[in-house]
T-cell receptor, first 115, second 116 residues
Framework: AQKVTQAQTEISVVEKEDVTLDCVYE???????LFWYKQPPSGELVFLIR??????QNEISGRYSWNFQKSTSSFNFTITASQVVDSAVYFC????????????FGKGTRLSVIA | KAGVTQTPRYLIKTRGQQVTLSCSPI?????VSWYQQTPGQGLQFLFE???????NKGNFPGRFSGRQFSNSRSEMNVSTLELGDSALYLC???????????????FGPGTRLTVL
């Protein structure tokens, strides 16, 4: 069975601090996909990144960066120089490789960035 | 390109009633998935439709059902509502590739259902 664990329930940081959100996953599949979504107070899940299990390169997009380590089954997300607009719940998710495989989500990490 | 739309955004129902939620996917997307989000259980998969056929189903009772129309729009129905059905219901659309590489799911704003 697939499982995603986000051990940090809530994180609070002061604006401009860097923050890392942890994600650990379990799967028996040799090929799989990992995702991060952001859920602002409006409720909509906003797609941030997709990574397949064969690509362990770290990725940077502006202030966002992702560290995928297959050896530790982790896919951590770092926000550099956090801003108040980053305040949201962030979800890590896992899926298999077929088109109809559902997303398995972690419980989410609520990030509060204080001005 | 317009995103995923869901109607209505908010619903209040009483126990025993039934409810229908609607989802319009991104143009060109043929797969629609439904998820239930509650504070206790988090985000849980309900079912997925592709080309009017249910391809996958989560672990929910038969009171939860859905369908998809030829234009890819989808509806979800919950009959005999219970208090525990109060949740945010999220719809996601994707191209629905049949194998090898799942396309990214893009979510709508959700329908918040309150059962009194």
């Amino acid at each position: 069975a697939q499982k995603v664990t986000q051990a940090q329930t809530e994180i609070s940081v002061v604006e401009k601090e860097d923050v890392t959100l942890d994600c650990v996953y379990e799967t028996r599949d040799t090929t799989y996909y990992l995702f991060w979504y952001k859920q602002p107070p409006s409720g909509e899940l906003v797609f941030l990144i997709r990574r397949n299990s064969f690509d362990e390169q770290n990725e940077i997009s502006g202030r966002y960066s992702w560290n995928f380590q297959k050896s530790t089954s982790s896919f951590n997300f770092t926000i550099t120089a956090s801003q108040v607009v980053d305040s949201a719940v962030y979800f890590c998710a896992l899926s298999g490789t077929s088109g109809n495989t559902p997303l398995v989500f972690g419980k989410g990490t609520r990030l509060s960035v204080i001005a | 390109k317009a995103g995923v739309t869901q109607t209505p955004r908010y619903l209040i129902k009483t126990r025993g009633q039934q409810v229908t939620l609607s989802c319009s996917p991104i143009s060109g997307h043929r797969s629609v998935s439904w998820y239930q989000q509650t504070p206790g259980q988090g985000l849980q998969f309900l079912f997925e439709y592709f080309s009017e056929t249910q391809r996958n189903k989560g672990n929910f009772p038969g009171r939860f059902s859905g369908r998809q129309f030829s234009n890819s729009r989808s509806e979800m129905n919950v009959s005999t509502l219970e208090l525990g059905d109060s949740a945010l219901y999220l719809c996601a659309s994707s191209s629905g590739l049949a194998g090898g590489r799942p396309d990214t799911q893009y979510f709508g704003p959700g329908t918040r259902l309150t059962v009194l």
